[in-house]
């Protein structure tokens, strides 16, 4: 079975040119029509969508441009001929799914139902990010690769990437081997997921950004609407989005699940246009995957257009992945 979801008032047709007997990532986050196909098994295709609409308009605002694209080069779509442009799947930067290594799924049969709730969700690639303060990093790959291999057996058509989560009282101990394993991006343009403290203060935060920076890497900040101390006037998200960091809000805060202040600075992020990411940060099938009911909010309470909206939990996460993060300035610099 499969669904489209038209955005657009333009009169459109899709049609299925081919379908993947696993998920191919075509990188076009800028799409009007947008088409996930979920078999009954919890397997996942895509499609390519041939639309009748005219070319996007260009800028007339190079600096508008560069300020909503603060990742860089983005993936545009192709369009040929009457128009033939593909979809880009979501993707979770922040998700849990290693079985028994922190405090996400204790078994692998939670892990697979996590994982089938993400395909459902839309999703067609996972960035395992256990804790770094829970988890000997070294082996964090070995267990990527278990995992895949258990959802290949499974039918799960989910592409998986290791990862690490890292907070900022692990930085000062991790190797330079352990944070290569945690990084994600292309040589030059590495970035690291720097997760916000939910009750310390967050100056050791920006300490650590700025070893992180000094090391070479960029940063996205995980869930600052869940740090009070970063929240509050100068309490350091200002110094840390001029330093380059990019924020990557949780769908679960948007979708109200840690409380009214979480929920109401995420949407006042989303609707001021700071935040690049989106994410579940799911850690169980009770605490799972919300990118469909963080779009929502995102066009509901934040007032996004339905085109923003998805961007940031597909195009924005894909381009991440593929073109990476300059490394951070020295903040105050």
């Avoid at 799924?105 to 139902?113: A, C, D, F, H, I």
């Amino acid at each position: 079975t499969f669904s489209t979801g038209r955005r657009s008032s333009s009169e459109t047709s899709a049609t299925i040119t081919g379908l993947a007997a696993a998920p191919t990532m075509v990188p076009a986050p800028h799409t009007r029509d947008t088409m996930y196909v979920v078999h009954a098994d919890a397997t996942l295709a895509i499609a390519s969508v041939r639309t009748e609409m005219p070319p996007p308009r260009s800028s007339s605002s190079e600096a508008m441009r560069a300020r909503l694209d603060p990742i860089g080069p983005w993936p545009r779509p192709r369009m040929t001929g009457r128009g033939t442009r593909f979809c880009c799947m979501r993707t979770e930067l922040h998700f849990h799914l290693l079985p028994g290594v922190d405090d996400g799924p204790k078994t692998v049969e939670e892990s697979l139902e996590l994982a089938r709730m993400a395909v459902a969700d839309g999703t067609a690639t996972v960035v395992c990010t256990p804790h770094a303060r829970d988890v000997e990093v070294a082996t964090v790959p070995d267990r990527v690769a278990a995992l895949r291999d258990d959802l290949r057996r499974a039918g799960i058509a989910l592409e998986l990437i290791a990862g690490v989560e890292v907070a900022q009282d692990d930085v000062a101990r991790m190797t330079a081997a352990e944070l290569e394993i945690a990084a994600q991006g292309p040589a030059g343009r590495r970035w690291i997921l720097l997760e916000a403290p939910l009750t310390l203060d967050a100056s050791g935060l920006l300490d650590a950004a700025d070893e992180l920076g000094a090391r070479g890497y960029g940063l996205v900040i995980a869930h600052p609407e869940r740090c009070p101390t970063l929240m509050e006037p100068g309490g350091g998200l200002d110094d840390l989005v001029g330093a380059g960091a990019l924020l990557q809000l949780n769908g679960s805060s948007l979708t109200g699940r840690h409380g009214g202040r979480a929920r109401d600075w995420a949407v006042d992020l989303a609707a001021a246009g700071r935040a690049s990411v989106i994410a579940s940060d799911a850690h169980r099938p009770t605490r799972g995957p919300v990118l469909s009911s963080a779009v929502a909010e995102l066009t509901g309470a934040a007032g996004l257009c339905a085109d923003a909206a998805e961007r940031l939990v597909a195009g924005a996460p894909h381009a991440l992945l593929q073109h990476g993060l300059a490394p951070a300035a020295t903040i105050g610099a």
